[in-house]
């Protein structure tokens, strides 16, 4: 079964430590997305994709930076973690013309620390 | 623009009764919608969508919406709820107007009682 996989799933980081997110699909979807969520409140988009070196920021500022060299891989990027950080982060890919489903699927999640 | 809202920030309901989550949406070009839901800890997942024809529609674990046009609403509703319905659940809307992109509501948190 296609699957959006996102790891680590939870990591403890202290500050000031360059950290990688990342985020794999197998659909071959080429829109992808990055959204960040403080537990029990609403989803905050920081980035999207939508192919191939495409990249642009979302509704919400974030001082992460993201890539797209391959379709299947979007990884988001903290070069310096602060407490700020402290958040779940999570991936989800889309395909509206291709699947005609026009939703999301969504990774696990990786819940972040900064301490 | 598109918006989404949804009027309950929590809803707690006992075990074994109905439940409905209210979603009320803005948009001035045709939508499609759905309901996601997120356990704890958890990504978020399709609970149905809405793309077009029948307004009723069925998705898993027994929840069913209903998409009104005209008072621009899909409510969420299950008859019976269980303690494993214990979760968040987000509203979204898209149109080809926002390239596809889900815009989502600030999720209505359900809280079953024993």
């Known amino acids: 079964e296609a699957d959006i996989y996102q790891t680590p799933r939870y990591l403890v980081i202290g500050t000031g430590k360059k950290i990688t997110l990342e985020c794999s699909q197998t659909?071959?979807?080429?829109?992808m997305y990055w959204y960040q969520q403080d537990p029990g409140m609403e989803l905050h988009l920081i980035h999207y994709s939508y192919g191939v070196n495409s990249t642009e920021k979302g509704d919400l500022s974030s001082e992460s930076t993201v890539s797209r060299i391959r379709t299947e891989h979007f990884p988001l990027t903290l070069e310096s973690a602060r407490p700020s950080h402290t958040s779940q982060y999570l991936c989800?890919?889309?395909?509206?013309?291709?699947?005609?489903?026009?939703?999301?699927?969504f990774g696990s999640g990786t819940r972040l620390t900064v301490v | 623009a598109q918006s989404v809202t949804q009027l309950d920030s929590q809803v707690p309901v006992f075990e074994e009764a109905p439940v409905e989550l209210r979603c009320n949406y803005s948009s001035s070009v045709s939508v499609y919608l759905f309901w996601y839901v997120q356990y704890p800890n958890q990504g978020l997942q399709l609970l149905l969508k809405y793309l077009s024809g029948s307004t009723l529609v069925k998705g898993i674990n027994g929840f069913e919406a209903e998409f009104n046009k005209s008072q621009t609403s899909f409510h969420l509703r299950k008859p019976s709820v269980h303690i494993s319905d214990t979760a968040e659940y987000f509203c979204a809307v898209t149109t080809a107007d926002s390239n596809y992109q889900l815009i989502w509501g600030a999720g209505t948190k359900l809280i079953i009682k024993p």
């Open positions: 989800a890919s889309s395909d509206p013309a291709g699947q005609g489903s026009f939703g999301y699927t």
């Open positions: 659909m071959g979807h080429d829109k």
